[in-house]
């Protein structure tokens, strides 16, 4: 684990190619190519790169368009000049994650003024690529419940303590805020008893559907920018899923409860609370973690601990209102 955390961390120009192909983008098409048959080339070329009088990179030319445009063309005339590039100060785990964001096959290596120096070429990392992928997935799963993957690995005990505790501070602050709104229902309960035995079994549905709103939420946000337009875009596709299980889910757990205790009210309670609760929860982990992105947050971070708590707070408020309702009116 080390030597890959060392190597991942060395510079990138020390792992990257110097055999890359360079032509002038002054040339036309004919002298490119009788210049390249004159010059010993490597056995697999990725880009042509083209540079001017100076060295300075200027643009990119794909083979294909070498070999297909017209021989008095300029080679200024089809390179693509928007060229991405890498500093020589890079590392190679700079590169990883450029493989992985950008999925090019090459990328180009330049110093302070532009010149290009080296080739980094996705084949000489496709180990460190696998690393830094398996990485990104175990971090996403720890920064989930609050935690950094990186911070785990490399600090202290008491550091792992500090980076974790707040985050259980806000589980334990969404727990005593459910108890607090129990509280307010407490007379109520103490009549219905019936009806504090299916807490456990709403509240689990409402976190489960949660959860899996925002994890799908966190995976269509990964590198993209969030807006207003594509949330409610997002949430109304989510709306007829959790409709659906809502409903489905309400239905199953009304009639076991039914079945067991025999009150019909207490059933529809029960079915209508998890219909509504999971709609609401669904709702909320695809708006939170969105309203945390736009405002430049971590939503994997964020969101966890606040769409848990959000999500049992409403639901409890649900359950007990609609509860008290059809208890009051039967």
Known sequence: MATDTTRLQGRLL?????????IRDADTVAQALEGLRTRKLAERIVYFYATDGGGKLVGVVPTRALLMAASDRKIADIMV????????????????DFFLKRRFLAIPIVDAEGRILAVADVGLFTDDIQSA?????DSELFQMIGLHLETARKTSPFAGFLSRFPWLLANIAGGLACAVVAARYEKFLAVAVVISLFV???LALSESVSIQAMTLTLQK???DKADWGGVMKAMGAEAVTATMLGT???VLVGLAAWLWRGQLDVAVVIAATIAASMLTACMIGVALPAVV??????PKIAAGPIV??????????FYFNLAMRAVSTS
Not at 15 to 21: E, G, I, K, N
């Open 248 to 250: 489905a889910c309400g």
């Open 133 to 137: 992928l398996e990485r990104r997935e």
């Open 14 to 22: 020390d792992h990257a190619s110097r055999d890359f192909v360079a």
């Open 81 to 96: 000049r928007n060229v991405v590039t890498l500093p020589d100060t890079a590392t190679v785990s700079d590169a990883c």
């Open 221 to 223: 946000l990964r590198g």
């Open 308 to 317: 848990l708590a959000t999500g049992d707070i409403v639901t409890l408020i």
């Open 293 to 298: 992105k736009m405002l430049r947050g971590d």
């Open 200 to 202: 456990p079994v709403v």
